[in-house]
RNA sequence: GCCCGGAUGGUGGAACGGUAGACACGGCGCCCUCAAAAGGCGCUGUCCCUCGGGACGUGUGGGUUCGAAUCCCACUCCGGGCACCA
C-alpha cells in the first residue's frame, strides 16, 4: 500500500474530460427518440457571494439522482443558471458602488469555478442568468402574455411597504409584520401597482397538490397559505342613513347556521363607509379617532389574536336578514378589510373573538346550537364552537343539526335572494412591481392620451439601462435614467414615459425551469414540442424555505401559460425533494457566529468526493444535520482505502474475469458485493436514502480489505477486481472522481458508459441462515441451519439449541411460533 | 391556540411488527515504525457474573401482540409551519 489518496491528483484529471469531451450535455434531439428521459433539477442558486455549504448539500444529492437516473439508461436533463437580480447585489451596490452587474458577475464566476471544481455533472450548453437580455426578454414576454389575458392589472391598493428597502412587499415577504429580508417594520402604504392574478387559479392551486408527489408538510403549508374556506355571503341591509336608499353590506361567513345568533355587527376599520355611517350619530369623532388610531398603529400588534377587543359604535344598525332583528354597528379593528368584505356579522354564542368582543362591550350573547349532550344553558363565559341543534332561531330550523341547518339556511337565503353560497380565500393577488433597480423592467408604457401601453413583442427586451444612483428614494431608481424613461407610444408615437418599476424576482424564477429545456432559442420563449420532451421535472430538489413563495409562484405560471396554449404541462414539480439545513454546533451557520464551514476550504484540504460523500453521509438528507470536521475525516479514510486497494489490485493482480469456480472466500465477497448492488440500489430508487447506501458501500470495501488483509484468506484476483469495481460504480453518484478512477484502474473502461450494475439473485441467497431461537419473546440461543429447512426442521432446531432447553427445563410449551428465515419462538409456562 | 415533524449508546445515525444499536465518529488496546504520521487488526449500550450466562435498555405512563424503537391511547420536551382569515 505504498500509494496514497491524492485527490488534488485526482479530481482534476477527471473533471478535464468531462469538460472536453461534454459528457453530461444532452440534446433536445436525443429527448425525442426512443428513451425515457428524466428532468432532474436543482432550485437554482442566487449568485452572492461564494457557494455555501447548502449549496453542496443541494447539489450532491441532484448529482446522485441525475447520475443514477442516466446509468439507468434515461436520459437525463440537469442544467444550471443564475437567480441574478435581486436586492442583495444592489444593496451591496448602494454601499460599495460596484455595480451589480459585476458583483453578481464576480459571484457567478465563483459559483461556475466550484461547481465544476466539485464534479457536478452538469449540463452547461444551457446555461443562463436571470439577468441577461436573452433571458429577461421572455419573462417580459410571459409579463405581456399574462397582462394582454389579464392576469397581470394594475391597483391602486393599500401595500406592504418596506421603508428600509424603500420598496413595496408581496403580501407572502411579510414575515410577522415584518420585512422578510431586513428584517424592519413594514409600513401601510395606498400605491398603483402591478399584480398577478394568482387567487384565479386559487381552487386549482388547491385541488392540484393531489396529483403531485410532495412532501405532505410542504403540501400542508401550500393548502394553509392559499386558506379556501367554505361557506356564504349573507346580505345586511342599513336603513339608517336613508330609509328610500338602504345601503347592503354583504358579510362572508363560514356559519351560516348561527345566522339568527348575531347580535352585532362588525365593519373594519379600513371599510370606506365607517366614518360616513357615523357622521351625525355623536360617535363621529370617537369613530374618526379609533380609525385614525388603528390606520396607523403598529400592524404586527393588531394581529396579534391575544390582544384584547377594541372598537366603537358607530350609532347605526343594520337588519339581520333571516329575523329582521336590528343589531348595531361597530368599528373595531379585529376586523379585516382584505379578507371577505371586511365587514362581519358578529355570532358572540358561538365566535371565540366576537365573544370576547361581546363580553367586554356588554352585547348580548345568544345560543343558537345546543351542546353535546344537548345543554342549552346561557354562554357568558365561553363560546360553544362545536356542532349540535339549533336553537332559539325558527321553527324551520330549529332542532335540526346545525351541519345541515348550515345548507338548508344558506339555500334559503338564495331562494330569498338575501345571500349565497360562497368560497372564500386567505390568498392575495401577487403584487410583482418592486420600486427597485436591479430586476427586470416591467414592458409597459404610459401614454397620456393611450394610457397603459404594452411594448410591442418585436421591440421586446426592454433593457434595463444603467444609473449612477441606486439609492433607493421611493421611487424607482429607474426613474432617474431619463433618456431610457422617454420614448414614444408604441400605439400613438406621442411622447410617452417607461414604467420605471422592476418585477419582484420571484417572477424569475417562475419559469426558468420551462427554458433550460431550449435555452438557446432566439426565436421563442420555447418551442412547445420541445419541452413537450422534457416537462414536468421529474425531480426537483431545494430547501424548505422555499415551500411556499417559489413553488406557489412556479405552479401559477405554469397553469397561466398551459391556459394560454405555452405548454401542456398543470404541473411543473412531479416530485419534490426538500433537503435539510446542515448547522454547526447545532446553530445555523453565519458569519456574525463565526461558525461557517465552507465548501471550498474543505474540497481544498480532503477534495470534493469526500465533501459530497460526507455531506450526504451524515444523515438522511431531508433532515437537519450538523457538520462534524472528524466525521469528514472518517469519509476520506474511506474513500482513501477504496481507492488505494483499486489501485493495489489493478497493480498487483492480473486483470482477470471472475472465475466460475468460487471457493469460500471468493462466495463471500461475491455475496457482499451482490447484496451491496441490491442495497444501494434500493436506497436509491424508492427514497433519497443516501447515508445508509453509502454505508453498504463502506461494508463491501471493508470486506474487500479484508479479503486482502486477513491472514488466510484467500480470493481470486477476478473476484477481488469485481468486488472492488462494484464498490467504484455503486459510489460514482456520490463520489464521481473516485469512483471513475477506481473503475479505470480496475477496467480500463468509464464507468458513467456503465449500465447501472444489477445484483445477481444466485448471489443474494445463503445456503444457511441464523435461526434465532425465542423462549417467550427474549432471544435464547441461535443456531445455524440450512435455508432450505422446513417449519418442522426450523422447530426441532431450536428445541434442541442448548439455552433453550435450559430456559424450557420445568415448563410446559404453550405455543409456538414459526418465522421462516428468521426466527423460532417457543412460549411456555 | 391549531396543524405537521422528531426524541434510539459518549456522538451522527441503522433497524418490512421478528437478533435494537448497521455504518461512521470518538475512546481503549495491539501490530507496523528508531520515532511520528499514514496504514492495518481487535474491543467498545449499562449493570451483575461462578465467564456458561443473567438483568436492564429506543423521552414518560398505559394498551394491543407469542413478540413493539416500530401499531393504538394519554402525556413531557424539542423543532417547524400557521395564527383575530369571520
Redesign the pocket.
Known amino acids: 500500500?505504498e500509494h496514497?489518496y491524492e485527490p488534488s491528483q485526482i479530481e482534476p484529471r477527471w473533471q478535464a474530460v468531462w469538460e472536453a469531451e461534454r459528457t453530461w450535455e444532452v440534446s433536445n434531439d436525443a429527448a425525442a427518440g426512443e428513451g425515457e428521459t428524466s428532468y432532474v433539477l436543482e432550485m437554482l442558486p442566487y449568485p452572492s457571494g461564494e457557494p455555501h455549504i447548502g449549496h453542496l448539500k443541494v447539489y450532491s444529492v441532484g448529482d446522485a439522482v441525475a447520475h443514477f437516473q442516466r446509468r439507468n439508461g434515461r436520459t437525463v436533463l440537469h442544467p444550471m443558471g443564475y437567480d441574478a437580480f435581486g436586492l442583495p447585489a444592489e444593496n451591496h451596490a448602494i454601499r460599495t458602488g460596484v455595480h451589480p452587474r459585476d458583483s453578481t458577475a464576480a459571484s457567478i464566476a465563483s459559483f461556475q469555478r466550484q461547481f465544476r471544481e466539485w464534479g457536478v455533472s452538469i449540463d452547461w450548453s444551457r446555461e443562463f442568468g436571470t439577468h441577461e437580455p436573452r433571458y429577461y426578454r421572455w419573462t417580459q414576454w410571459i409579463f405581456l402574455q399574462l397582462y394582454e389575458n389579464g392576469l397581470a392589472y394594475r391597483k391602486d391598493a393599500a401595500v406592504n411597504w418596506c421603508p428600509v428597502d424603500a420598496t413595496v412587499l408581496a403580501n407572502e415577504q411579510v414575515?410577522d409584520g415584518h420585512c422578510e429580508r431586513c428584517g424592519s417594520e413594514v409600513e401601510l402604504r395606498q400605491l398603483e401597482q402591478w399584480f398577478f392574478k394568482i387567487t384565479d387559479y386559487a381552487d386549482r392551486l388547491l385541488d392540484d397538490l393531489e396529483t403531485i408527489e410532495w412532501p405532505?408538510?410542504v403540501k400542508?403549508?401550500q393548502r394553509?397559505?392559499i386558506?379556501r374556506?367554505q361557506?356564504a355571503q349573507v346580505t345586511f341591509r342599513c336603513e339608517d342613513l336613508d330609509p328610500a336608499d338602504p345601503i347592503d353590506y354583504p358579510?362572508?361567513?363560514?356559519?351560516p347556521d348561527t345566522l339568527f345568533g348575531a347580535t352585532f355587527f362588525v365593519m373594519?376599520p379600513e371599510h370606506p363607509d365607517v366614518v360616513r355611517l357615523a357622521e351625525g350619530t355623536g360617535n363621529e369623532a370617537a369613530v374618526r379617532e379609533y380609525v385614525d388610531r388603528a390606520l396607523t398603529g403598529d400592524k404586527e400588534a393588531?394581529?396579534?389574536?391575544e390582544?384584547e377587543?377594541t372598537g366603537v359604535p358607530l350609532g347605526r344598525t343594520v337588519t339581520n336578514p333571516v329575523n329582521g332583528e336590528r343589531i348595531p354597528m361597530y368599528v373595531a379593528?379585529?376586523?379585516?378589510?382584505?379578507?371577505?368584505t371586511?365587514a362581519?356579522?358578529a355570532?358572540p354564542g358561538h365566535?371565540e373573538?366576537d365573544h370576547?368582543f361581546a363580553t367586554a362591550y356588554g352585547l348580548p350573547i345568544r345560543r343558537v346550537v345546543s351542546g353535546p349532550d344537548g345543554e342549552t344553558g346561557p354562554l357568558d363565559e365561553e363560546p360553544y364552537v362545536g356542532d349540535g341543534a339549533l336553537v332559539n332561531s325558527h321553527a324551520d330550523f330549529d332542532g335540526m343539526p346545525n351541519r345541515e341547518a348550515l345548507d338548508a339556511i344558506t339555500a334559503w337565503l338564495d331562494r330569498e335572494g338575501k345571500g349565497h353560497a360562497s368560497v372564500?380565500y386567505?390568498l392575495r393577488d401577487w403584487l410583482l412591481s418592486r420600486q427597485r433597480y436591479w430586476g427586470c423592467p416591467i414592458p409597459i408604457v404610459h401614454c397620456d392620451a393611450c394610457g397603459v401601453v404594452p411594448v410591442p413583442e418585436a421591440d421586446l427586451p426592454v433593457v434595463l439601462p444603467d444609473v449612477e444612483d441606486y439609492a433607493p428614494k421611493g421611487r424607482s431608481p429607474l426613474a432617474a435614467a431619463e433618456d431610457w424613461v422617454r420614448t414614444p407610444c408604441p400605439a400613438c408615437g406621442a411622447d410617452a414615459r417607461r414604467e420605471t418599476d422592476t418585477m419582484d424576482t420571484f417572477v424569475d424564477s417562475s419559469w426558468y425551469f420551462l427554458r433550460y429545456c431550449d435555452a438557446g432559442n432566439d426565436d421563442a420563449a420555447w418551442d412547445p414540442e420541445v419541452l413537450h420532451r422534457w416537462m414536468p421535472v421529474d425531480q426537483y430538489i431545494g430547501g424548505?424555505e422555499h415551500a411556499?413563495l417559489h413553488l406557489m409562484y412556479a405552479r401559477f405560471f405554469c397553469k397561466a401559460l398551459a391556459d394560454l396554449g405555452h405548454l401542456d404541462v398543470q404541473e411543473p414539480f412531479a416530485r419534490l425533494f426538500t433537503q435539510g439545513m446542515i448547522t454547526k454546533d447545532g446553530a445555523k451557520m453565519s458569519k456574525n457566529k463565526g461558525n461557517v464551514v465552507s465548501p471550498g476550504s474543505i474540497v481544498a484540504s480532503h477534495g470534493a468526493d469526500t465533501a459530497r460523500c460526507y455531506i450526504l453521509?451524515?444523515?438522511?438528507p431531508d433532515?437537519?444535520?450538523?457538520w462534524?470536521d472528524?466525521?469528514v475525516?472518517?469519509?476520506h479514510?474511506?474513500l482513501?482505502?477504496l481507492w488505494r486497494l483499486s489501485r493495489g489490485a489493478a497493480e498487483g493482480t492480473a486483470n482477470e474475469r471472475v472465475p466460475a469456480n468460487l471457493s469460500d472466500d471468493d462466495l463471500v465477497l461475491m455475496r457482499k458485493a451482490h447484496w451491496a448492488i441490491d442495497k444501494v440500489t434500493a436506497d436509491m430508487s424508492g427514497r433519497f436514502?443516501f447515508?445508509?447506501a453509502?454505508?453498504a458501500v463502506?461494508?463491501l470495501t471493508?470486506e474487500c480489505?479484508?479479503s486482502v488483509?486477513?491472514p488466510g484468506v484467500q480470493v481470486a484476483p477476478g473476484v477481488l477486481r469485481f468486488a472492488l469495481s462494484t464498490a467504484a460504480s455503486l459510489l460514482f453518484p456520490f463520489a464521481p472522481h473516485v469512483g471513475a478512477d477506481a473503475y479505470d484502474l480496475l477496467t480500463g473502461r468509464r464507468v458513467w458508459e456503465e449500465p447501472w450494475p444489477v445484483a445477481d439473485p444466485a448471489f443474494l441467497q445463503e445456503d444457511t441462515f441464523?435461526l434465532?431461537c425465542?423462549v417467550?419473546?427474549?432471544?435464547?440461543d441461535?443456531v445455524t441451519v440450512p435455508a432450505s429447512a422446513s417449519e418442522e426442521e426450523l422447530l426441532a432446531a431450536a428445541r434442541s439449541a442448548p439455552?433453550v432447553v435450559?430456559?424450557l427445563e420445568g415448563k410446559t410449551v404453550v405455543?409456538e411460533?414459526v418465522?421462516p428465515g428468521?426466527?423460532v419462538?417457543i412460549?411456555a409456562r
Open positions: 500500500m496514497r414575515v405532505a408538510h400542508t403549508m394553509n397559505w386558506g374556506s361557506g358579510v362572508f361567513t363560514t356559519r373594519a393588531r394581529g396579534d389574536a390582544r377587543k379593528d379585529y376586523v379585516l378589510m382584505e379578507y371577505g371586511g362581519i356579522m355570532v365566535d373573538r370576547a372564500n386567505r424548505v411556499i453521509f451524515i444523515g438522511p433532515q437537519d444535520a450538523d462534524s472528524e466525521g475525516e472518517g469519509v479514510r474511506f482513501g482505502r436514502a447515508n445508509t453509502i454505508a463502506m461494508e471493508n480489505s479484508r488483509n486477513e441464523e434465532v425465542q417467550s419473546g427474549k432471544v435464547r441461535r439455552n435450559t430456559h405455543k411460533i418465522v428468521k426466527l419462538n412460549v
